[in-house]
T-cell receptor, first 119, second 112 residues
Framework: AQKVTQAQTEISVVEKEDVTLDCVYE???????LFWYKQPPSGELVFLIR??????QNEISGRYSWNFQKSTSSFNFTITASQVVDSAVYFC????????????????FGQGTILTVHP | SQTIHQWPATLVQPVGSPLSLECTVE??????LYWYRQAAGRGLQLLFY??????ISSEVPQNLSASRPQDRQFILSSKKLLLSDSGFYLC???????????FGPGTRLLVL
């Protein structure tokens, strides 16, 4: 069975600090997808990134960066120079895929990390 | 562009009353559709998913049901609500080839 673990329940930082959110996953699939979502206080989940298991290149998007390491089954998310607007719950998720690499779309979510950025 | 709508935004219902939550998607055809529930302070639990009209798969046994009467409409129902049905209900859609799910604004349900 698939499992996603976000060991950090809550993180509190001061604005401009860098912060890393950890995500460890378990799956028997050789082909899978990993995601990060942000849930601001309004409640709607906002898609941040999708990474497939074939591609271990790290990715940077503005202040956000992601470190995917298959050897340790981790997909960590770093926010550089955090801002108050980054305060939210962040979810890591894992998706099943068939042998052709097409995702069925069923997501297994971690329990989320509550990030609070203080001014 | 694609948009997803959910209503109502907030609902307070007595125990034992029926429930109907609606989700509609615009700007895409034949999407996969999903219903999730998020209890307070917890992660998301997949309740139902659908790959086409009339095709519903249930992930968790409960007193809820889902239906997909039209291609871009997904309905979550219950005949008799329980206190434990309280939570935040999120609808999502995806295109199978890409797999990324996009979520609606959610419905907050409080059963008293």
């Amino acid at each position: 069975a698939q499992k996603v673990t976000q060991a950090q329940t809550e993180i509190s930082v001061v604005e401009k600090e860098d912060v890393t959110l950890d995500c460890v996953y378990e799956t028997r699939d050789t082909t899978y997808y990993l995601f990060w979502y942000k849930q601001p206080p309004s409640g709607e989940l906002v898609f941040l990134i999708r990474r497939n298991s074939f591609d271990e290149q790290n990715e940077i998007s503005g202040r956000y960066s992601w470190n995917f390491q298959k050897s340790t089954s981790s997909f960590n998310f770093t926010i550089t120079a955090s801002q108050v607007v980054d305060s939210a719950v962040y979810f890591c998720a894992l998706s099943e895929a068939n042998a052709g690499g097409t995702s069925y779309g069923k997501l297994t979510f971690g329990q989320g990390t509550i990030l609070t950025v203080h001014p | 562009s694609q948009t997803i709508h959910q209503w109502p935004a907030t609902l307070v219902q007595p125990v034992g009353s029926p429930l109907s939550l609606e989700c509609t998607v615009e700007g895409t055809s034949n999407p996969n559709l999903y219903w999730y529930r998020q209890a307070a302070g917890r992660g998301l639990q997949l309740l139902f998913y659908s790959v086409g009209i009339g095709q519903i798969s249930s992930e968790v046994p409960q007193n809820l049901s889902a239906s997909r009467p039209q291609d871009r409409q997904f309905i979550l129902s219950s005949k008799k609500l329980l206190l434990s049905d309280s939570g935040f209900y999120l609808c999502a859609w995806s295109v199978m080839e890409r797999g990324t799910q996009y979520f609606g604004p959610g419905t907050r349900l409080l059963v008293l």
